[in-house]
Nanobody
């Protein structure tokens, strides 16, 4: 059974930082890449970042480039999202997701087969 469990969200002031974690189990990791998405109130879920398990290539939405960093620890089966220089518009529920090789574009929700329950990030002004 595949499980993705996010943690690390919270309330932070603008300009602050958080480190989000996603612990994965039940996957053959060499066959999956991982992504982070977010959903703000009243808005659609959007792509934030993705990383390949094999090779570690990383990709980011334009809105977070230079502020967010996705990384992985293969030994711990965990993916991280370091979020720096937070803005109030970064307030959202952040989800991690797993995408099998060849499942479609890395920035599309439908390309990901497995999702976590989400972790709330709230940025105050």
């Amino acid at each position: 059974q595949v499980q993705l469990v996010e943690s690390g969200g919270g309330l932070v002031q603008a300009g602050g930082s958080l480190r989000l974690s996603c612990a994965a189990s039940g996957l053959t990791f060499s066959s999956y890449s991982m992504g982070w998405f977010r959903q703000a109130p009243g808005k659609e879920r959007e792509f934030v970042a993705a990383i390949y398990w094999s090779g570690g290539g990383t990709y980011y939405a334009d809105s977070v480039k230079g502020r967010f960093t996705i990384s992985r620890d293969s030994a711990k089966n965990t993916v991280y999202l370091q979020v720096n220089s937070l803005k109030t518009e970064d307030t959202a529920v952040y989800y991690c997701a797993a995408r099998a090789a060849g499942s479609g574009p890395r920035d599309r929700l439908g390309s990901y087969a497995y999702w976590g329950q989400g972790t709330q990030v709230t940025v105050s002004s």
